[in-house]
């Protein structure tokens, strides 16, 4: 009973042995074929020269690229510029990154810094920064074809060139342009990977003072002093939202033209209160025309759309102050005339009463020497005045017609075909207005 007691734990020992060598085998078997198929950088790296592109001195490395617009933060007018946030994704293939299997593999971005990857820049950019929290936001992955998959996270500002001449009803086209710094088409080609669908996220935009009308991709060429360059560009158009400014500009504008308007409704006598809505209404025109240009460039020599409605409009609020002006005047011109009119009659009566008291010391001389006439043979036109005072007489009464046929015989009139003419013409000015900047 105790031997075969013995023989069975020595049979069950030498098979435990065996299994746990077999077992041994497995996983040196199974290590060995990992470290054939993951891509270690024991295996990758050898003879791996990240300062030369793939294919070098050979075919030219195909890159595709997509781009995910993940937001449009400001867009400026006064810089000419616009400023996003783009996840930009690169796609080329490695022969040398080359390994077993089908899988990818996604590293620690920093291991990019011992790997090739292409020297694209963002055309036209002012200034661009990586975001790096909590790391830098890079991802490299690794397929077993040797396909690099290289991922970044950008925020740019870039130029936009902007035709304002019909500010605030215009509409902006920009470009986000993607190009090789250093190699030309001779070593690098880049693609859209998908065309148009090789861009994401705009559709889906809001922005405060734009809609995103449109966009597409293009593929060009730029040449330069070293070289032929190919050239990625999104394209895109924006429309500004003018609802905005209809509440902010052009209503409270046109609310002050009407106000203008009270002043005809006012009599001419009083003066302070139809001055006081002359002036104030001028003065509120005049700070809302500065306050407007406070988001736009100074030295821009655009005349733009808002600038010539609140140019018609401070124009129509400055005609009603001269329009109280003219009315004004026009009364005092028509005192003065009943005036010098009577003033004219009282000069007559004078010039008379010495006519006459003329010929009577004239008619005592002449009976002193005994010498009888009679006051109907008496010939008046040596009783006149002088001459220099005859010329002052005749050239005051010239005068006098002279204003008279300028001046307005009935003030009151003025106000009258004010009160029609200045909404009617600012109606048309309107209709010409928006047909011209909505639909030229």
């Known amino acids: 009973m105790r031997q075969s007691l013995r023989w069975t734990f020595l049979c069950l020992t030498l098979f435990t042995g065996r299994m746990c060598i077999r077992e041994n085998q497995f996983h040196v078997e199974a290590s060995r074929s990992d470290k054939l198929s993951l891509p270690g950088f024991e295996n990758l790296t050898a003879g791996y020269n990240k300062f030369l592109r793939p294919n070098f001195g050979g075919e030219p490395v195909q890159i595709a690229l997509t781009l995910d617009i993940a ?8 810089n000419m510029d616009y400023t996003a946030t783009i996840y930009l994704r690169q796609r080329w293939t490695d022969q040398r990154l080359v390994f077993e299997g089908n899988k990818s593999f996604t590293l620690d971005a920093r291991l990019v810094e011992f790997l090739w990857v292409p020297d694209t820049y963002i055309v036209e950019s002012k200034k661009s920064f990586l975001h790096e929290v909590t790391v830098g936001n890079r991802l490299i992955r690794l397929f077993s074809n040797g396909t690099v998959l290289y991922a970044l996270r950008i925020t740019t500002t870039v130029a936009c060139n902007m035709d304002l001449s019909k500010y605030p009803m215009d509409t902006q086209t920009c470009k986000l342009q993607l190009e090789s710094w250093g190699y030309d088409g001779n070593d690098v080609e880049f693609s859209w990977l998908r065309g148009n669908d090789s861009v994401r996220g705009l559709e889906n935009l809001r922005l405060a003072q734009y809609t995103i009308q449109q966009y597409f991709t293009l593929v060009t060429r730029s040449q330069q002093e070293t070289g032929n360059y ?3 560009v999104l394209q895109f158009e924006l429309q500004r939202n003018v609802l905005y400014f209809i509440l902010e500009t052009y209503v409270p504008s046109t609310f002050l033209v009407v106000l203008s308007w009270v002043s005809f409704w006012i009599s001419l006598d009083s003066v302070p209160a139809r001055t006081c809505i002359g002036v104030t209404t001028v003065l509120s025109m005049t700070t809302l025309m500065i306050g407007s240009r406070t988001s736009l460039p100074n030295t821009n020599c655009f005349i733009k759309a808002i600038d010539v409605y609140l140019g018609i409009c401070f124009s129509f609020v400055f005609g009603a102050l001269l329009e109280y002006a003219v009315a004004h005047y ?12 009577k003033a004219k009659e009282v000069e007559e ?33 040596d009783l006149t005045m002088k ?27 003025v106000d009258r075909y004010s009160k029609l003419l200045f909404p009617l013409v600012f109606m048309l000015a309107n209709v010409f207005y928006w047909a011209y900047y909505m639909y030229f």
């Open 349 to 381: 009566v004078n010039i008379t009463n010495i006519i006459n008291s003329s010929i009577s010391s004239f008619k005592r001389k002449i009976s002193f020497a005994s010498i009888e006439i009679s006051g109907d043979n008496v010939d008046y036109s």
């Open 71 to 78: 937001s449009i933060s400001s867009i400026s007018e006064s």
């Open 230 to 232: 190919t050239r990625l």
């Open 387 to 413: 001459t220099s005072d005859k010329f002052k007489f005749v050239f005051r009464d010239k005068m006098g017609r002279i204003v008279d046929y300028f001046t307005i015989q009935n003030p009151s009139n």
């Open 330 to 341: 026009s009364s005092l011109q028509q005192m003065a005339a009943k005036d010098r009119g």
